[in-house]
């Protein structure tokens, strides 16, 4: 099984911050990563796909970048909306594997 | 408006079964592959199984293999998830999501349904 790792687990940051969440693949899984967001209590949300591409509807103060093994997610100018658990996950192959998830909390 | 919605959530004891569903409306059905995802309480995503658009392939995770079946009724716009010797590690909010591409095995996922709590406990 690919193993996923996020960094760090819990990030505090203010509004009109710029964050970055780094997520390193066990094994090369080219640009085939996912981002989500997650707010309590609430399904996932795609954010980014295919390591750097932004999902329909998404703000586009979310970006991705990387391939192989290491991947970023940023946001530019953190919003209050923006407060939540995000989630890498890689689709290079099954038994497809998530990242640990990373808190973003308001400092 | 697209939508999934599970059910068939609930209580049951250590070694019971139960079957969940997921009921897709808003879109062509049975061009999706369709997933079971879970997350456990105050935990992380887990991917579960991976049923193909036609049924004709499927996956699980090292965990269910061999306890749950994925499976889907394409005439009735439903994917299920059938699971036997329930642990209570099972216990987790059971998801149903969509792959973003028709006919794609190998997709992430554009859909999510709101979620059905599986608590395993005697």
């Known amino acids: 099984d690919i193993q996923m790792t996020q960094s760090p687990s819990t990030l505090s940051a203010s509004v009109g911050d710029r964050v970055t969440i780094t997520c390193r693949a066990g094994q090369s899984i080219s640009s085939w990563l996912a981002w989500y967001q997650q707010k309590p209590g609430k399904a996932p949300r795609l954010l980014i796909y295919k390591a750097s591409s932004l999902e329909s509807g998404v703000s586009s103060r979310f970006s991705g970048s990387g391939s192989g093994t290491e991947f970023t997610l940023t946001i530019s100018s953190l919003q209050p909306d923006d407060f939540a658990t995000y989630y890498c996950q890689q689709y290079n192959g099954y038994p497809y594997t998530f990242g640990q998830g990373t808190k973003l909390e308001i400092k | 408006q697209v939508h999934l919605v599970e059910s068939g959530g609930g209580v049951v004891q250590p070694g019971r079964s139960l079957r969940l569903s997921c009921a897709a409306s808003g879109f062509t059905f049975s061009r999706y592959a369709m997933h079971w995802v879970r997350q456990a309480p105050g935990k992380g995503l887990e991917w579960v199984a991976v049923i193909s658009y036609d049924g004709s392939d499927k996956y699980y995770a090292d965990s269910v293999k061999g306890r749950f079946t994925i499976s889907r009724h394409n005439s009735k716009n439903t994917l299920y998830l059938q699971m036997s010797s329930l642990r209570a590690e099972d216990t987790a909010v059971y998801y149903c999501?969509?792959?973003?591409?028709?006919?794609?095995?190998?997709?992430?996922?554009?859909?999510w349904g709101q979620g059905t709590v599986v608590t395993v406990s005697s």
């Open positions: 999501a969509r792959v973003a591409w028709e006919y794609d095995f190998h997709s992430t996922f554009d859909l």
